[in-house]
């Protein structure tokens, strides 16, 4: 009995079939690091993020893609707006459905970056878009020149690959031969692996950091590593003959054009152009290529609009539009990697040991007895209390406020105050009023026969009359209160007669 093969289902092209009219108004969506984000929650909380709660329906498709099924195109535009969105603290790309996606479908995200530090002498649109096109494809500018500029950093939207490195400065190069370093802030972007700065994975989990461990290990075992892209720099070609004109040669088959330097596309046509059998006609060719290479070699811009066929940015005076905030979780990452002691882990100080003269001796240790039960009793509470607040985090928590964890830092690039200047604090930490009440006063017959003195009367009987009056003075004045309803009175001292 011989195993027979499988038969295939076919699906005809009955409308039945198809969702495609459905899909048209969806986002296709893939999480960047899916064993740290859960795919069941971010498809219930994204819609409440949103807002917009019943006018979206989300789809699991596998356990990294996912899929938005919206009621409203408007809908659709407004969180495509904003661009990159996060959960759980990790990146996640969506983007329009397509019925034939490209190769690099989901591969790329519009990112706000801003620009830090930039040289006076060379601030200008060609120096900021020379420092922002090795990020990725610029798209916008906010700066214009002719306008004045109020923040201490310039906004630049980028279209940023995000399988390559995302790094936090970059080094620029002087014509007068000295370098100065631009600092570069994401905007919405919150974790990333500090070692190779890719936002696919934790700087635990990076294949780069198992390889240095994994060096004199077994062949198995570094066959388990998960394999990363190589980094592409999108740098401007000062030398695009040397470049490209060797990969034109007949014996090179088609197909290997380098990406970062001109788009696949350009790249055959210009192939096609050199394919000529005559070789006084060939020799034209390579004369006339050389001479237009030459010529883009100079100019950045024209490489990136005539070789890799990208758009020329929208120049901007508009400042912080759909500004997003900026996250920092260098501190955070270094707590989690150097827990030196289980007190430094609950955020408990360590106490130094003191001899008889309580001198303070050479050595850490932590405390014991009741200083160590009223450090874990405190430890205890302010774990509560993050319990507490984390289903706001997680409302809140994708791509716009987070609060901070322990060690974490971040600054905050748009904020806006309340217009009337009014305290954020709660209600009940307002000032309370007074809790006292006034009695009445109770029969004169009953506080003697419970041998209690009413006021303004002494044993005294010399002085009772006095008393007495003064004690119905007082009653009076009591009274004249109650009558006024809340207004103070102020009475004259009466003149003596």
Known sequence: MSLEEDIPVTLTEDEDYSAAIRNGRSLIGRLLNPECQNMARMLRTMPKIWKIYERVRGIALSKESFQF?????????TVMKYGFWTFDDWGM??????????????QKASVWIRLHKLPVNYLTLKTIRAVSNPIGHVKDIEFDPTKPHLQEYVRVRVIMDLQQPVRDSKLLNLPNGGSTTVDVEYERVRKKCFH????????????????????????????????????????????????????????????????????????????????????????????????????????????????????????????????????????????????QT??????????????????????????????????LTVAKRSRQT???????????????????????????????????GKSDRSKS???????????????KGVLSAAGIEPPGVTQDEGDSNVKRKAGDDRMASSKMLKQTEGLMVHQKPSTPQ
């Not at 289980?342 to 009741?370: C, H, K, Q, Y």
């Not at 993050?386 to 791509?399: A, H, Q, T």
Request: hydrophobic share 35%; glycine share 6%; with cysteine.
């Open 69 to 77: 099924i919206f009621d409203l195109e408007t809908d659709i535009q």
């Open 93 to 106: 790309v969506m983007d329009r459905w397509m019925e034939f996606p490209p190769t690099d479908f989901l």
């Open 196 to 339: 190779c700065f890719r936002l696919s994975h934790e700087k635990q989990r990076c294949p780069l950091v198992k390889a240095q461990k994994n060096v004199g290990a077994s062949a198995t075992e570094k066959g388990k590593a998960i394999a990363i892209s190589p980094v592409i720099h999108r740098q401007h070609n000062h030398d695009l003959v040397g470049s490209l004109m060797p990969l034109m040669a007949p014996s090179v088959p088609p197909g290997f054009a380098p990406k970062s330097i001109v788009a696949p596309e350009v790249f055959e046509q210009m192939q096609l152009y050199m394919n000529c059998t005559d070789p006084e006609e060939r020799r034209i060719r390579e004369f006339k290529m050389k001479m237009a290479l030459q010529d883009l070699s100079m100019n950045s811009g024209a490489q990136s609009s005539y070789l890799r066929l990208e758009d020329s940015p929208m120049i901007s005076g508009v400042q912080n539009k759909n500004v997003g905030r900026v996250f920092d979780f260098r501190t955070a990452e270094a707590v989690q990697e150097n827990p």
């Open 342 to 375: 289980e007190g430094a882990f609950l955020n408990i100080p360590t106490l130094p040991e003191r001899d008889g003269d309580n001198r303070v001796l050479m050595s850490n240790t932590t405390p014991t007895g009741e200083s160590l039960q009223k450090e």
């Open 386 to 420: 993050e319990m507490v607040e984390m289903p706001f985090r997680m409302i809140e928590g994708s791509g716009e406020y987070l609060p901070p964890k322990p060690g974490a830092l971040f600054s905050i690039g748009h904020d806006e105050h309340s217009a009337s």
């Open 429 to 443: 930490s307002k000032r309370k009023g007074a809790s006292w009440k006034r009695f009445k006063q109770a029969p």
